[in-house]
Structures are given as C-alpha cells and as structure tokens.
C-alpha cells in the first residue's frame, strides 16, 4: 500500500488530497491499496480521498452485516465532519455504499458503484470447502479478473489466509447471507443522486445483466462499460476508469 494508514479514536483509514471528499469503500476480500490508482489520480484533481478500513471481520457477528456498515460509514462521516460526500464502492463496498443512500440520502451527493454487490450475490462467501487447497483458492481469485495476472500471490496469500482463519470465514458467510438479505431492488428507484456504474464486460461475479438492471432501476445513472475486465475494474483497467470517473464528474459539475 503506497499510502499511510491514519489511526484515530476506533477508525483506521487512508486521507490524501484536498476538496470534496470522495469515500471509497473497499470489498469483501478487497484491501485499501485496490484503490491506490484512484486516491494517486483524484487527490490530484481536487478531490480528498478517503479509504476507511471497514469493520468486516472486528464487529461482532450479531452486527456483521451490510446495514451496521451502512452506519459505521455515516458514523465515520459524522466523525470527520464532512457535510455531502461522493461515495465510491466495489463489491460489497457499493453495496453499503447503496444502504448508506438508503438511510441516510441527505449526506450523499452522488455515488460511484463498480461491481456491486445489492441485486446479485453469486460467489461471495461460497465455495470454500475446499479452503485449505491452495490452488483452488488461488484458482477463485483469478476468476475475479479477466486477466488471471492481475491476481498476484500476495492477493491469493491475503484470501487464503482469510478464508483458512475460522472467525474470518464465518463472518464472510454472514455477509453473504447478509448481502442477500438485504437486496435493494425495492429501494434503487426511490434514489434520486447522480449514480455512475462503471462495469467490467466480463465480470462473472457480478454479471453484466446486474450492470444493466441496476441502471434500468436507478432513476438518475449513466452506465460504462470496460472491455476484457471482471470484477474489480479500477485494479484490472486502473487508467480507463479513472478517466470515465473524472469524465462523469466533470460533466455533472463536482469539479
């Protein structure tokens, strides 16, 4: 990770830049330095990017689910002191990214949401019988990207160690029954902010058709899509999706 991690009161998170916050929210699996890209492009631009740590596998397993994150978020805001923020999410990030809207949609002023989980729940949290097999874990982690390389061995090493530690693979399973549990269908045509969709054509953990029904269902989004890309587009096509993010923003008046 290229950038240091603030510790202050119960929070852990990454801050660079100066001007409208964007807070971006990380996945299941997914570590802060998957947006490094990012906060090296926005925080440039005008933008302050924060990266909270969030409490995935440290709150209890009662509260371990997408609606105590939702609130988690709103209290780090709080804590911060920002007034309207953009959130940006993959995987499940943009699902508590679409919850946080939800509840709370006067501190949102648009939201970024890349993959996301909230319509569709396939892999997330399955599959993990056979977790002590290194190279089927390392096998899992490749199916995230279109190009298999993407998946280094410190990414396998960090899901294997994830899914192979008991406390952390039954709150992964909590989050995926969580994650069902909390679909959002009913809800999207009820959110009014600017939403851009960002999209991997070849994303098989959240196929293109969640893409194209969440853009069906939101009132206010604009879809993009990113050729020979899975499921974590600003890890696999880092520069493509910064430029159609800066594109978005500019053309809806954030910079």
């Known amino acids: 990770m290229a950038h240091r991690l603030k510790k202050e009161k119960s929070y852990s998170y990454i801050e660079v830049g100066e001007g409208t916050p964007i807070i971006v929210l990380h996945g299941l ?14 925080s440039k631009k005008g933008f302050k990017i924060v990266i909270p740590e969030l409490p995935i596998y440290t709150m209890s397993l009662l509260k371990t689910n997408v609606k105590s994150f939702a609130k988690y978020l709103y ?8 007034k309207e923020v953009i959130l940006l999410g993959n995987s499940l990030g943009g699902h508590i990214g679409l919850y946080h ?33 290194y190279d ?24 294997f160690a994830t ?27 009820n959110m009014e902010i600017p939403i851009c969709i960002i999209w991997g054509k070849n994303d098989t953990v959240t196929p293109p058709e969640v893409a194209e029904e969440f853009h069906e269902l939101l009132p206010d989004s604009d879809l993009f899509w990113i050729d020979k890309c899975g499921h974590a587009a600003m890890m696999e096509h880092p520069d493509e999706f910064n430029e ?12």
Request: glycine residues 6%; positive net charge.
């Open 163 to 189: 899914v192979n530690d008991r406390n952390k693979l039954i709150k992964t399973l909590a989050i995926a029954k969580s994650a069902i549990r909390h679909n959002m269908a009913k809800d999207l045509p």
């Open 136 to 159: 089927v874990i390392k096998k899992k982690a490749e199916e995230v990207f279109y190009d298999p390389k993407v998946a280094t061995k410190e990414i396998v090493d960090e899901v």
């Open 29 to 42: 699996m997914g570590g802060l330095s998957n947006f490094d890209s990012v906060t090296d492009y926005f």
């Open 244 to 255: 159609i993010l800066d594109n978005w923003l500019t053309k809806k008046g954030y910079k």
């Open 75 to 82: 209290d780090f805001i709080e804590y911060k002191g920002f």
């Open 101 to 133: 809207t939800k509840l709370y949609p006067d501190k949102v002023k648009a939201l970024i949401i890349t993959g996301s989980s909230g319509l569709y729940e396939s892999a997330m949290g399955s599959g993990y019988t056979k977790r002590s097999d």
